[in-house]
């Protein structure tokens, strides 16, 4: 899976946590369009703390109610392995494709005041 696009939709809490929100577009027919959520790192980078399933429908949907079944957390099943475990480098890959698409780290960093 590769990112083809992704930008900052904002900042908000997820279980607790300030983060910001990103919408991201890939070249997977199974996952077209991901949310992703970044939050703050030890190592003075981004922590991807989510990923969400975002089957909303903008034509039905169009105020982005996010209380409904269209955003479904896929964190761990879009990087498992066929033996149940993570795939870290697959997950660190995504994760590097979506903060190194432009403009994308220094917009979170500016949300979360680093």
């Excluded at 899976?1 to 900052?8: D, F, G």
């Excluded at 900042?11 to 027919?29: K, M, N, Q, S, W």
């Excluded at 066929?82 to 480098?89: E, F, L, N, V």
Aim: with cysteine; hydrophobic share 35%.
């Amino acid at each position: 899976m590769n990112v083809t696009e992704a930008h900052v939709r904002r900042a908000t809490d997820r279980e607790g946590i300030h983060c910001c929100e990103v919408e991201v577009r890939t070249d997977d027919p199974a996952a077209p369009e991901l949310l992703a959520f970044f939050g703050p790192s030890r190592d003075n980078d981004f922590d991807m703390l989510a990923v969400v399933n975002n089957d909303a429908n903008r034509e039905v949907d169009w105020y982005d109610n996010n209380l409904h079944q269209a955003f479904s957390d896929v964190s761990i099943s879009l990087f498992q392995t066929s033996t149940m475990k993570t795939d870290w480098g697959r997950r660190e890959t995504f994760k590097e494709q979506v903060l190194s698409y432009p403009g994308v780290r220094a917009d979170i960093a500016r949300l979360l005041d680093r």
